[in-house]
């Protein structure tokens, strides 16, 4: 299911950030892993009423006091998140916003559904109005799941392709995989990479009425939930140009379909896959980061990376435990705690290979190999 690149050589990630619960920025990212510092936190009012009260947000985020009054008075929460981190990107260096804006500057983002609490907000307020019709036509973009990264596009002028991919767990994959087709096709010169998830109310209720049911032999309880957007610069690799800061050679991604309802022998025959197309052993692998899906596919995605890298030391550097349940974020943040962990211990990443796994309910599985640093 793996498109191949067409062009020479292999796409290279050349910058992230990220938008976390641990703050803005790739810096508070970096430091809240290093400390392995969890940032499940009791919810307030502005978060509504939800199951349990906890969850991992991003602290003190509101759009506007984020983003400035100018253009948000209607903006929804995953769209201020995916257009700060991706601005977060590029005033990281004048290299990003020279490369990563323009013409041919794409933009990809993975998503679930885009903000479920716009959809339902919106829906209400059509019923609950005098009229059908009363409702606020500024926030009907909030509705539409390509809202943010079209926001994200108008807010930094970027003049290529513009995508939004819904995957679940799986969203971030179907990102990376779609950014190395548009490169390799010619389509795009660089692209802006993320994946992002909000924490509503209206999330919280949907992923609690439809989690796996506790049971004698079911998985661990779920983490609470967590949001955010974690965000890449993902260009064609040009040897001859040396101001490019290559972090990570993207090697391969592979993404499959559950058919029997057992993720694992989907996952473990993409990793095979990967690792054939990367033209890598699993002696190589120097980290595996998973997304920690909750129930049995996070038992089944576990197994897989047990049964092809059980024998390989190497560092688990799932981050679902200390940042919470991302959802369609995962694949992202995952792919930002492999870079932070490279930049971290450069002795033990460089010259070795970074793994990403995923596993989502509605039956889809993927992984990614980076060649680190």
């Known amino acids: 299911m793996t498109t191949p690149t067409t062009g020479t050589g292999r796409p290279v990630i050349t910058a992230w950030s990220a938008v976390s619960p641990y703050g803005i920025g790739r810096a508070a990212f970096t430091e809240g892993l290093r400390e392995r510092r969890t940032t499940v936190t009791e919810l307030g009012p502005e978060h509504g009423t939800t199951p349990d009260g906890v969850g991992h947000v991003v602290p003190g985020f509101a759009v506007r006091e984020v983003l400035g009054k100018k253009g948000t008075r209607s903006m929804d929460r995953v769209t201020g998140l995916a257009v700060t981190a991706a601005g977060a990107l590029l005033d990281d260096s004048a290299r990003n916003r020279a490369v990563g804006t323009g013409e041919g500057a794409a933009f990809a983002l993975g998503t679930t559904t885009g903000s479920a609490q716009s959809m339902m907000d919106f829906t209400r307020d059509s019923l609950t109005g005098d009229q059908p019709f009363f ?12 809202c943010a990264a079209g926001q994200s596009a108008i807010w930094f002028h970027l003049k290529g392709p513009n995508a939004t991919i819904a995957g679940g767990r799986t969203a971030g994959l179907h990102a990376l ?27 919280s209720w949907l992923e609690h009425h439809s ?3 506790a049971g004698a032999d079911a998985a661990p309880a779920a983490p609470a ?31 499959g379909v559950v058919l029997d309802g057992d993720p694992r022998p989907a996952l473990v025959a993409c990793l095979r896959a990967a690792l054939r197309r990367a033209g890598v052993e699993p002696s190589q692998v120097a980290a595996v980061a998973r997304s920690g899906a909750p129930g049995r596919e996070g038992l089944g995605e ?17 981050p679902t435990g200390l940042i919470g349940d991302t959802g369609a974020a995962a694949a992202a943040f995952q792919a930002a705690a492999l870079l932070s962990y490279a930049e971290d211990r450069p002795a033990e990443a460089a010259g070795r290979i970074g793994v990403i796994t995923s596993v989502d309910r509605t039956g889809t599985v993927g992984c990614a190999l980076l060649g680190l640093r």
């Open 135 to 146: 409702v606020d036509p500024a926030r009907f973009p909030n509705t539409v799941m390509n």
């Open 177 to 203: 995989n779609y950014s190395r087709r548009l490169l390799g096709s010619g389509r795009a010169r660089t692209v802006l990479c993320g994946a992002a998830e909000e924490f509503s109310q209206a999330r």
């Open 211 to 213: 989690a796996e049911p």
């Open 225 to 255: 939930l967590g949001e955010g957007c974690a965000m890449l610069l993902v260009e064609p690799h040009t040897p001859e140009d040396t101001d490019q800061p290559v972090l990570a050679e993207l090697l391969a991604v592979e993404l």
């Open 302 to 318: 576990a197994d897989a990376v047990r049964e092809v890298f059980g024998a390989v030391d190497h560092a688990d550097l799932t």
